[in-house]
């Protein structure tokens, strides 16, 4: 830094003669909230009473989160069947919603990670909540290929686990990659979360006021005293995670598409996918973001912590990512008539213009033409508007995912095996209680881990740096 | 269990009381002579045993056992016995199983078979190869039919007039005392109702019963009669496909629903082999007329569509051309002016004419057997005129009375001799009133009152049903189409007491014998070697050499042949054209469910029939599908029939004939005559077993009919058209049951077909499309051969190394012996798409051999078929019509598709539990104990020959698949779980969540590689001799279009296909290198016929859609720089 404070002495002649306009850095906490009022804004929230609206909305999660258990047990005590694949269509919406809730799962990692490396500052408000988003989506992501198969009490066979077969996991299968890449993911991002929780959970702990409260948040506050050699050792270990997730945002769903990408089936043999997948995951996922931070900031007031600046910001990445997506799909289209390639040439056709082109037209409007609104400032503060945008995304990026895995399926090769698929309403349910379990866990969390993290607001905020101006 | 008696039980009180029964007048009068001889201990002659030879007692004891017999009143009969062994026969080795002859008895001919049993448990049917026409070869019907054995629903016991069950005594008394009672009226009360047969020993008991009683009526009933041209002719037409060069079939289906079809396909198809220009241009030329799209005319070369009721006039042309063209001008002229009334393309018949005449001693015309006599003598005299390649034999006559003899004058005791007549009854003759009228009724029937209508029907009136045994439970006999003496012989012991037809009949012919002894004598009467060894011979082999029919000039004169008015047929004048359907044949096999699932060839229908009409019809009715963008822009082709999300919806409608009134759904089938409906028999059961009743699983319980019946517009006069037919749409709309919705190849390079020309121009014609430009996929080894290709260039895709069986072991014991180390032998199959007629033998023989599932309607609907091999239909019209015209007269190639046995197979790589591997012979093994269900596999397999088990089929019945576990396990109320006896003991039965697919038969592999070694003794040589190994779609396939062996031999006949210049793979520029590959189909054009195109239609599409779709030389393939040169012509577009 030294460096930089020796150039800033030699300011360049010119800028006395244009004078430029001082251009204020966005205020990351507005209002000049000091630290306790930080501490308290977000202690309060895991201290006060239980809020009726929790209790209702939880039980309801709860009867919803039943769907996909019950669902589940039927599927497994009969048959894949009671889903509605078929011949030729192998992989319906259990696919469709694994790559889904794990797109979903991306802009957690994403902003801790990435934007931690990258010193953007303002990814500290919805940093901890975005984690928690991710590791809850994940969980519903995982649900789904470990269910869809036929035998799923042999699905322990996809782990490496020496066994007196001696049959080991075929590690040519992108499955098989899959397998490794969410549960690292997993794995690493639970790490991550909980890790950066620490000092938040011994804040709690030190305010806890009833003997329970201090067993439960002192186990995991993990003996967190605040010292210095802790805080040096937190940062390093928080940098070092951060560079180890990185890739792992990456790669999981480049993984992910590999599933499909991997395959000769034409509308899945595609090289676009990995960068097109990962485009499209922190699409969905920064979408989710915001569908869960809009109300959170309404319900519990964070209008300073997490202000325009940071919705901003996010509809900006939306916007972004929503066109590297639409670029994409132009690109396959082109490739497809630049191959030569009959087959290919057909696969895209028929997705814009066959059977599924209702599915194909949902799929563009919403991640295509709807993310271009927030292009304009006055949609980008209208909140209602960017939550009623965010969750167009999240249809048309799950749109995306069906019209990529069923119509690719349902019109290969041979015109003769040529079928249709549809969902029946087990495949609804399931799917559709995955929300409930979803909402299950984050109700949780928001309940009893601290929303916001503490610690690297403050370190943002203007009082942390007392030399500035 | 208790140990079978088998001495004469001690007569009891009741029984010395009853009726007295004798066998001999001495013994009635009690003479003095029969006195002393019951009486005495031994026979007059016996006390010289002292000075008599071992061979002289025997013959004594043996003759005074057969008197003793005599004197112990027969109050019972002998009883062969089928039992468990106490010791282990010679040559039976439990899981090797046995083969016996028998043949599948049909209308008018049997069908020679060997039947595979395991432990004498049959479980698979198969063409008997010493019958020379048939050889391993066998129709779907005779393959199926060995499910029926196992029909959970077939009738298990006998019952009475009060509901009572019989035993087999009380049945056999019964029938005795008919018997006994029609004496008195010398059989003038008494009638007999049966199909008919070609069992000698039948005719034989027929022959005694009018013997026996002069004033018996045997009436023989049949929907769907196969005799009118013996009738016509005096004798029996046996054309000879081989040897004939070109054909012309007036509406006779003889490569789809005849008896003889076998034979039949087997013939043509021989003729129709070709792999050089010449051959190609020798091969059988096709000409087809017809009303309906058969499989004869999906063969066909020139197809001519005209209704069924305009044909029989055609005949009557054709015939008057032929004679016009050979010389014969007056006949010809005189024949031609007995027709009116018929329209048709005179360049078509003059044409087509001109090239029969032309090959005049090779040329054939048939007629199918629902034309009229004069029909039949009109085809008589053309081929005459040809020098045609045809017998005409004698076929046993038949004094049989029909069917309306017996409504007119009901009986009072009937007899109703299998059949279903009071299903398959024509709709004006009043059955029911017959069976109500007569006072005593009796029902031989497969299936009880509750599964069968006149089971039913004769139950409600107080008869007796007795239960009738399966054919492989049963002796009889038959005759083949060429009349070839065959048995019919039992494979097990009856599983329920039942009573084969013979057993019913032989009291009335005052017969005791058992129809074993009955089988013999007749073997007797028509062997010139009567031997136990001749006996035994041709129960081993299945056939009597020389037996067929004698040759017999038919008797027809032209002035015979009356005048021939064609009707007048419209929109508002359709024709109902009536046939046989593939399911259920005229509704004889409706509860089986292997027919029952397999599709339609044409229709791609199953387990349900529909109304076929025309394109044209359809556009006038307006019930075409609406177009989708898609087709509006010319990318894909409009769906024929309507489909709304994978399911075909088709409209309901009334078809109406003199008043009566049918209702069915409405099915556009390109290729029918405008103005013809096509029905098929068979559905629409009132009282049928389950597989035959539609069952809803979303209304479980709520049963109705599978399909619906044509009976009511089956007239006794006209059972096969009748023209005066209105249709009506109503306005529902019912979802039909198919196997695939889209028709078109979309003008991919998917079927390949040329012609001489092609071969001429380029013999590697069949290289085309994308293939052709693909890059090389096997490198510096594309010259190699397959089976060099095989062993050496790297395959694999299995995870784990397989052992180099090429080459010996590094140990000290191996040295000098490295020349017994030999390659492995590599599997690979060649289809032969030329001479496939799309028949689905093979795909009810896969089913048979491997344990496959039958899934039911709903799950068809569902999309969820299990058959491993599928026969892909294709239509093509040529035209350019940007995707929206429905082909109303298309060409139709079929394509039978299995696993291909990928050398680089996509499925492997992406199964991450390593459960489809590959081995070391070439095979695409799936392990399913392995196996967890990702179903990746299917999705990543190009050809779509994956099969998954969405649902327990195999524990569960259809309608109780989603009950899981709280559901009924198979057949809940049945003492057994019969259909599980079928089952092929070599092959895993699959449970759900697992995938399955062809294997190459892998057991019938295994079995042929334990032969060989077993023979190969200490040498090396353990290499499965070509031709000894044959899978079974293979050695059902009636067209031979399918070969099997060994492709590292360069002589096998697999590397012999693999080596024409026809054979390609499909898809192969994914690089999946299919051990799988087909021959291109070869068509063969007259030029002179209107419509002949240059090129297949196919291959037109092709060009049209990609723009290059032709031959290309050798330039772009593996041989880089062979002689050919791009491409020597390209088709103008």
């Not at chain 1, 900006?316 to 997506?325: E, H, N, Q, Y």
């Not at chain 2, 050809?943 to 559901?967: S, W």
Request: proline share 6%.
């Amino acid at each position: 830094m030294a460096h930089a404070h020796d150039s800033s002495q030699e300011r360049p002649a010119i800028l006395d003669k244009v004078r430029p306009a001082e251009l204020p850095r966005a205020k990351l906490i507005l209002n000049d909230r000091s630290f306790h009022w930080i501490t308290d804004k977000v202690c309060g929230i895991v201290e006060e009473p239980t809020p009726t609206w929790w209790k209702v909305l939880f039980v309801a999660a709860l009867f919803i989160a039943s769907f996909t258990f019950v669902g589940m047990a039927y599927l497994v005590s009969t048959g894949t069947g009671t889903w509605g694949l078929r011949s030729p269509v192998g992989w319906g919406w259990a696919i469709v919603n694994f790559v889904f809730w794990v797109g979903i799962g991306h802009a957690g990692t994403l902003i801790s990670a990435i934007l931690c490396l990258l010193r953007q500052k303002w990814r500290t408000s919805i940093n901890r909540a975005a984690e928690a988003m991710t590791i809850f989506a994940v969980m519903c992501a995982g649900l789904f290929p470990l269910f869809h198969v036929g035998r799923v009490w042999f699905a322990w066979w996809l782990f490496p686990i020496p066994n007196q077969n001696g049959i080991w996991p075929q590690f040519r299968s992108p499955l098989e990659w899959d397998v490794f890449a969410v549960s690292t993911y997993f794995t690493v991002s639970t790490l991550f979360w909980y890790m950066g929780m620490i000092p938040d959970l011994g804040a709690i702990r030190d305010r806890a006021k009833t003997w329970w409260r201090k067993a439960f948040y002192s186990l995991l506050a993990m003996g967190w005293r605040g010292g210095n050699r802790q805080w040096s050792n937190f940062e390093m270990a928080y940098l070092l995670l951060a560079g180890l997730s990185t890739p792992l945002v990456l790669s999981v769903h480049t993984i992910v598409s590999f599933d499909f990408a991997v395959s000769n089936v034409p509308g899945w043999h595609t090289t676009i996918f990995p960068p097109y997948f990962v485009a499209g995951a922190i699409f969905s996922g920064f979408a989710m973001v915001l569908t869960l931070m809009l109300p959170l900031r309404a319900i519990y007031r964070l209008h300073d912590v997490i202000n325009q600046y940071h919705i901003d910001n996010m509809c900006k990445i939306i916007l972004a990512t929503g066109s590297m997506v639409g670029y994409a799909y132009a690109t396959e289209f082109f490739i497809a008539a630049y191959s030569g390639n009959a087959y290919e040439k057909f696969a895209f056709i028929n997705r814009a213009f066959g059977q599924y082109s209702w599915a194909y037209w949902i799929m563009v409007s919403c991640n295509v033409i709807t993310p271009q609104l927030f292009w304009f400032k006055k949609v980008r503060a209208n909140h209602s508007l960017v939550w009623i945008i965010c969750l167009f995304v999240n249809v048309g990026m799950w749109f995306e995912r069906f019209v990529i895995t069923v119509t690719s399926l349902a019109n290969d090769y041979l015109p003769s095996s040529w079928g249709y698929y549809s969902p029946t309403i087990v495949d609804i349910f399931t799917f559709f209680g995955t929300f409930g379990f979803f909402s299950v866990l984050f109700l949780l969390f928001i309940r009893f881990l601290p929303l916001l993290p503490m610690a690297e607001l403050k370190m943002v905020s203007p009082q942390a740096d007392p030399h500035a101006h | 269990m208790s140990k079978k008696v088998f001495e004469h039980p001690v007569a009891q009180a009741g029984e010395t009381t009853g009726p007295s029964y004798w066998r001999s007048l001495e013994e009635r009068n009690k003479t003095p002579e029969f006195r002393t001889r019951a009486e005495r201990e031994f026979v007059e002659g016996a006390s010289a045993i002292s000075t008599v030879e071992r061979r002289e007692f025997l013959m004594l004891m043996g003759a005074s056992f057969g008197l003793a017999g005599l004197g112990l009143a027969g109050c019972r009969e002998p009883r062969n016995h089928t039992l468990p062994y106490a010791k282990q026969p010679e040559n039976t080795i439990p899981g090797v199983p046995t083969f016996y002859a028998t043949s599948f008895p049909g209308e008018s001919a049997n069908q020679p078979l060997l039947v595979e049993t395991h432990q004498h448990r049959p479980t698979k049917v198969e063409g008997n190869p010493s019958h020379a026409a048939n050889g391993t070869a066998s129709s779907k019907f005779a393959q199926a039919s060995i499910l029926d054995l196992y029909d959970p629903d077939r009738a298990q016991a006998s019952y009475g007039a009060n509901g009572a069950q019989l035993s087999v005594a009380e049945v056999r008394d019964l029938l005795r005392a008919l018997a006994a009672s029609a004496q008195s009226d010398a059989g003038a009360g008494l009638a007999f109702l049966a199909r008919p047969s070609s069992s000698p020993t039948r005719a034989r008991l027929v022959a005694a019963i009018q013997a026996a009683y002069p004033k018996v009526r045997w009436v023989e009933y049949t929907p769907v009669s196969q005799h009118k041209a013996a009738r016509a002719l005096g004798a029996q037409v046996l054309p000879d496909y081989a040897k004939a060069r070109r054909v012309l079939s007036l509406d006779r289906d003889f490569l789809g629903a005849h008896d003889g079809t076998v034979e039949d396909t087997r013939a043509y198809s021989a003729a129709r082999r070709a792999d050089s220009a010449d051959q190609a241009e020798k091969m059988t030329r096709l000409y087809v007329v017809e009303s309906t799209f058969t499989l004869t005319g999906g063969a066909a070369d020139h197809r001519l569509r005209a209704s069924t009721s305009h044909i029989s006039s055609l005949a009557a042309l054709f015939a008057a051309e032929v004679l016009t063209q050979s010389g014969q001008a007056s006949e010809g002229a005189a024949l031609k002016a007995k027709v009116s009334g018929v329209q048709v393309d005179e360049r078509w018949v003059k044409e087509c004419v001109a090239d029969l005449v032309q090959a005049k001693g090779e040329a054939l015309v048939v007629a199918g057997d629902h034309l009229t006599a004069d029909a039949h003598r009109a085809v008589f005299l053309a081929n005459q005129a040809l020098g045609a390649a045809v017998r005409y034999v004698s076929a046993p006559s038949s004094s049989a009375l029909s069917i309306a003899d017996l409504a007119t004058k009901p009986a009072e005791t009937l007899v109703i001799l299998g059949g279903n007549p009071a299903y398959d009854g024509p709709a004006d003759i009043n059955l029911a009133s017959a069976v109500k009228a007569a006072k005593k009724v009796v029902r031989l029937g497969y299936h009880g009152a509750a599964f069968d209508e006149t089971s039913s029907q004769v139950k409600s009136v107080g008869g007796t049903v007795i239960a009738s045994s399966h054919y492989l439970e049963s002796w009889s006999d038959g005759r083949t189409v060429d009349g070839t003496y065959v048995p019919v012989q039992p494979m097990i012991d009856p599983l329920f007491p039942t009573f084969s037809e013979l057993e019913v009949l032989a009291p009335f012919a005052g017969l005791t014998k058992e129809p074993f002894a009955l089988v013999r004598e007749t073997f007797n009467a028509l062997a010139k070697d009567n031997s136990d060894h001749a006996f035994a011979a041709w129960l081993a082999e299945g056939v009597l050499a020389d037996s067929g029919y004698a040759a017999t000039p038919p008797r027809v004169t032209a002035s015979e042949i009356k005048a021939f008015k064609a009707p007048v047929l419209s929109f508002d004048a359709l024709e109902v054209r009536i046939l046989p359907s593939v399911h259920a044949g005229d509704g004889l096999y409706a509860n089986n469910g292997w027919l029952a699932e397999a599709p339609d060839p044409m229709s791609k229908t199953c387990w349900e029939n529909v109304i076929l009409i025309s394109p044209k019809l359809a556009a006038k009715l307006d019930v075409e599908p609406e177009p989708m963008l898609i087709n509006k822009i010319g990318q894909m082709n409009r769906n024929i029939n309507l489909t709304v999300a994978g399911r075909l919806l088709c409209r309901v409608a009334k078809v109406t004939v003199d008043g009566v009134t049918i209702q069915g759904p409405v099915f556009i089938m390109p290729g029918m005559a405008d103005y013809t409906l096509g029905l098929q028999l068979g559905f629409g059961r009132t009282v049928a077993g389950r597989v035959a009743t539609r069952v809803d699983e979303r209304l479980a319980g709520r049963v109705t009919g599978n399909g619906f019946s044509v009976y009511p517009l089956v007239a006794s006069a006209a059972s096969a058209y009748r023209p005066g037919a209105r249709l009506e749409l109503t306005a529902a709309t019912v979802p039909v049951c198919n196997m695939q919705d889209h028709w078109s190849m979309e003008g991919r390079d998917i079927v390949r077909e040329g012609n001489a020309e092609d071969l001429r121009d380029n013999a590697n014609f069949a290289k085309l499309g994308i293939d052709g430009h693909a890059p090389a996929v096997y490198g510096k080894d594309g010259t190699m051969s397959p089976g060099q290709k095989a062993i050496t260039t790297p395959r694999g895709n299995s995870a784990y190394e397989h052992p180099d069986h090429s080459v010996a072991p590094n140990v000290a014991v191996w040295k000098g012996h490295e020349s017994e180390f030999l390659p492995l032998q590599q599997w690979g199959m060649s289809i032969d798409l030329n001479t496939c007629t799309g028949c689905n033998a093979c795909v009810t023989a896969c089913q048979s051999e491997n344990n496959i599932p039958v899934v039911g309607r709903d799950q068809v609907l569902k999309g969820r078929n299990m058959q491993w091999i599928r026969l892909d239909r294709y239509f093509f019209d040529g035209r350019d019509n940007a995707g929206m015209a429905i082909p109303e007269d298309p060409q139709v190639t079929f394509m039978g598709v299995a696993c291909q046995h990928c050398e680089t197979a996509p499925c492997e790589s992406v199964c991450p539990a390593n459960a489809t591997v590959h081995d070391d012979q070439g095979l695409n093994t799936m392990a399913y104990n392995r196996c967890i269900g990702t179903r990746y596999c299917a999705n990543n397999c190009p050809y779509k020959v994956r099969r998954f088990n969405f649902l327990d089929y195999n524990k569960r019945e259809a309608g109780h698949y989603y009950e899981g576990p709280l559901g009924p396990a198979k057949l809940p109320k049945d003492p057994a779980d019969l259909p599980q006896l079928q089952k092929n003991p070599d092959v895993s039965v699959r449970m759900r969540g697992v995938m399955e697919k062809c294997t190459y038969c892998v057991q019938r592999i295994q079995e042929a590689k334990i032969h060989a070694k077993v023979r190969a003794k200490n040498s090396a040589d353990v290499k499965v001799a070509d031709g000894t190994l044959q899978v079974a779609c293979q050695q059902a396939c009636p067209a031979g279009a399918i070969e099997f062996g060994d492709i590292t031999d360069p002589n096998s006949r697999v590397s012999k296909a693999k080596a024409s210049t026809r054979s390609y793979g499909a898809l192969t520029y994914l690089n999946t290198r299919p051990r799988t590959t087909y021959q291109a189909k070869l068509r063969n054009l007259n030029s002179k016929m209107p419509g002949a195109n240059r090129v297949p239609l196919s291959r037109k599409e092709m060009a049209g859609r990609e723009g290059h779709a032709a031959p290309h030389g050798a330039v772009h393939t593996e041989v880089h720089g062979a002689a050919e040169a791009h491409g020597s012509k390209h088709p103008s577009k």
